[in-house]
């Protein structure tokens, strides 16, 4: 029953989000701001059906969400979605997160129709707590930096239609290019703190679980690794020290490689590290 | 009694003839009266701008009216034409530029003249200004009636109600407009925002008193000369910079307007490569009204640096342009209705002193059948006096209500009234007044079988439209 409920919720979350992709796009075609309206509440909407999934699947499955692909993606995509409404309000671009919506919700499509296994997978030694908290801060600040990217991509767009002159942009204003630099370093703000804190309850959990904080794990090692280009990051950003197309650029080869290392994650290795 | 336009345009005439006609508005009212006289018209109102010269008019007899307008006006131009060493006024020297139209064609021109769709920038508001200016000074001078006011009134609603409800007037359609709106979709909002203005050129002050008036935080304004620059910040709240602190202008502001007359460059590549290092990256706007430019415009290719210069600008209102001319197709629906509702008006206005009149000769008939009636019976007490009188009113107001409502029924749907009806009509009311008006109700339709198949809508009002002459500027 509670997987039919978990089923159903990822669908209508996927639809949620597609309806608040197409809206937001005639949005801009049109200049309707009911739509724009419309698109934020399905938002939020598809927002809440994720969490109410995650909640059906607790309750179903008395194990810890990440022992399968598909817990591992919902809740990935539950952090995208959080990070993506959160950029919406908090900063005022509508425009951030309709992009991204529809392959989130291809993802919660899939999530639907991947097994869910129903005995435990994960030796019972990795089994704590900090797995949770490890897992979810680490997606929040990948979501968040991810989020950065897709503001630099924003912003590198924008200041080729006004380089180029195309006069389109009078029709269909994005964002200024001042807010788009704005809303950039804000989310690298956020991101770092939590995938600090996500690495920090990592060793955490690696100590409780294998004896030993460190393990030479190459995403283990990456993690760190981009971890630190994140910081120094943040540092040049911090009090308007750095802005601009630079910087954009940087945000989106950073999460660049935060996507190839979760990739080589998940085809390369063989270790207990890949979902 | 039918109205009645003589003018001319930019379309129509060229700016050796307009200049002859373009008096000042001081000498509307006597020339409305001069006019009304000489031309024996029942109202004038006269409209001049720097684009047009209209004399609007109620006449009996619109033929001679426009003829009699037609000679005064080109009166006016010679003697204008002659102080300026022009002689070549012979008499009709003017005919061809003239556009004249009657009627609901009237009508017509003035609503699309109110709706900006005879402007020489399509959809300006400035032209309402403009009519409501020459309304109110024909009215002051008394020279307007019952037909000439509703017509103007009702031609300045439409101008409203189309400027509301499309965008035949939306968008940028000049330089410094342009620039304004530039400013804004690059920014979004201004408020946080700061502008500089370099140079004393006419757009660029436009440009920067409307961001300023669009919330723009701080407007500088830099000039060679200090008092100039405070004698412009001046008129728009901004604040005036000396010449030499350009450089720290640069680092500070996020759009840079420069309209200066110098024949070189004022902002060069040095000083802006300066600027976008101390501004560390942060984008910076520029845009150049001047002719010769202002700005370096290898500036363009600076990473975070963005010129524009006047081309850009014309684009954009070129751009503008052709979307106010999609509107076109709209604003000619909505102007449709609104005639349509003018036309009823009209047409009640038309039989309403015959309905006054029948009305008039109903009372006095009855009048005098009571006065007849209780003389005869001296000792009827005052209830029954008035029992009497109702009862008479009465009687009249029920006969009468018939043969008026067949009266506007007509006159609204300008049906082909055959002569057996024009000859029921003139019987039925039969007077003076009932000659005049049944027989324009019955001129007016009997075009109904001409123009019936040359007018493209079916509504009733194009049934009375007639044109003399050529050159319509519609």
């Not at chain 1, 770092?192 to 090692?221: D, R």
């Not at chain 2, 500036?299 to 209102?317: S, T």
């Not at chain 2, 197709?329 to 038309?350: H, N, P, S, T, Y």
Request: hydrophobic fraction near 50%.
């Amino acid at each position: 029953m509670l997987t039919l409920a978990f089923r159903v919720l990822l669908g209508s979350a996927a639809f949620s989000l597609f309806l608040a992709s197409a809206l937001a796009f005639y949005h801009v075609r049109r200049q309707n701001t009911d739509d724009a309206f419309w698109s934020s509440v399905l938002a939020a909407g598809g927002w809440l059906l994720e969490t109410a999934a995650i909640a059906a699947g607790l309750a179903a499955w008395k194990h810890s969400p990440f022992e399968s692909s598909a817990w591992t993606l919902l809740v990935f995509i539950w952090a995208a979605t959080a990070v993506a409404l959160f950029v919406e309000h908090r900063f005022g671009l509508p425009v951030a997160g309709p992009p991204i919506f529809p392959l989130l919700a291809l993802g919660l499509v899939a999530a639907m129709f991947l097994p869910i296994p129903v005995e435990r997978h994960l030796a019972s030694e990795l089994q704590s707590p900090w797995v949770v908290v490890h897992v979810t801060t680490m997606f929040w600040g990948y979501s968040a930096v991810g989020w950065s990217c897709l503001t630099g991509l924003f912003y590198l767009l924008q200041e080729r239609r006004l380089k180029a002159k195309q006069l389109s942009f009078l029709n269909y204003p994005f964002p200024a290019l001042y807010k788009l630099d704005a809303v950039g370093t804000g989310l690298i703000s956020l991101g770092f703190p939590l995938l600090t804190v996500g690495l920090l309850s990592g060793f955490i959990w690696a100590k409780q679980a294998f004896g030993s904080m460190w393990v030479w794990e190459p995403k283990i090692v990456m993690s760190v690794l981009l971890w630190a280009f994140y910081g120094g990051f943040a540092a040049m950003r911090m009090g308007s020290r750095w802005q601009g197309r630079r910087p954009a650029i940087v945000a989106v080869i950073g999460f660049l490689a935060v996507v190839l290392t979760f990739l080589g994650g998940i085809l390369v290795t063989d270790s207990f590290h890949r979902f | 009694m039918h109205l009645a336009l003589v003018g001319l345009n930019h379309k129509s005439a060229p700016i050796e003839v307009r200049e002859g006609l373009a008096f000042p508005a001081s000498l509307w009212p006597s020339h409305s009266s001069e006019l009304r006289n000489r031309a024996n018209l029942a109202e004038v109102l006269i409209l001049t701008t720097c684009n047009r010269t209209e004399v609007y008019a109620v006449a009996a007899r619109p033929e001679d009216g426009m003829a009699a307008i037609q000679s005064y006006l080109e009166q006016i131009a010679g003697q204008y034409l002659a102080k300026v060493g022009e002689c070549r006024t012979h008499p009709g020297f003017l005919h061809k530029h003239f556009y004249r139209f009657w009627d609901m064609d009237v009508a017509r021109h003035a609503f699309r003249v109110a709706a900006g769709l005879d402007s020489m920038i399509l959809g300006e508001p400035q032209i309402l200004g403009q009519l409501r200016a020459a309304f109110d000074v024909a009215r002051g001078a008394q020279t307007t009636g019952v037909f000439l006011n509703q017509l103007f009134r009702h031609s300045i609603e439409v101008g409203k109600r189309v400027r509301a409800t499309t965008s035949i007037g939306s968008g940028a359609a000049s330089i410094s407009q342009a620039a304004v709106e530039l400013a804004r979709k690059m920014f979004g909002e201004l408020t946080d925002k700061r502008v500089l203005l370099v140079g004393a050129g006419k757009m660029g002050e436009l440009a920067a008193k409307n961001l300023a008036a669009h919330g723009a935080a701080t407007v500088y304004v830099a000039n060679r000369t200090w008092e100039r620059a405070r004698e412009i910040a001046g008129t728009f709240h901004g604040q005036a910079v000396s010449f030499e602190s350009l450089d720290d202008r640069l680092v500070e502001c996020d759009v840079v307007i420069s309209s200066t007359g110098a024949p070189h460059f004022v902002i060069d590549q040095k000083m802006v490569r300066r600027a976008m290092r101390a501004r560390r990256g942060r984008a910076l706007f520029f845009i150049d009204i001047a002719v010769p430019r202002d700005i370096d415009p290898a500036i363009h290719g600076l990473e975070g640096a963005f010129l524009y210069n006047i081309d850009d600008l014309h684009a954009v209102v070129q751009a503008n342009l052709e979307q106010r001319a999609a509107e076109i197709g709209r604003v000619e629906a909505i102007l449709d209705q609104e005639l349509a509702r003018f036309f009823d008006w009209l047409l009640e206005r038309k039989v309403a002193p015959l309905i006054a009149d029948f009305r008039q000769r109903a009372e006095r008939i009855r009048r005098d059948e009571v006065e007849r009636a209780l003389r005869g019976q001296p000792g009827m007490d005052e209830k029954a006096k008035a029992a009497v009188e109702a009862v008479s009113a009465a009687l009249v107001n029920k006969l009468l209500h018939g043969p008026t409502m067949m009266l506007k029924e007509w006159a609204r749907s300008g049906k082909a009234l055959g002569s057996a009806e024009l000859d029921l009509a003139m019987r039925l009311f039969s007077g003076a007044v009932a000659e005049e008006v049944v027989s324009e109700l019955g001129n007016g339709v009997r075009e109904l079988g001409a123009t019936r198949e040359e007018s493209e809508t079916s509504t009733s009002f194009s049934l009375l439209r007639r044109r003399v002459g050529e050159g319509s500027a519609c």
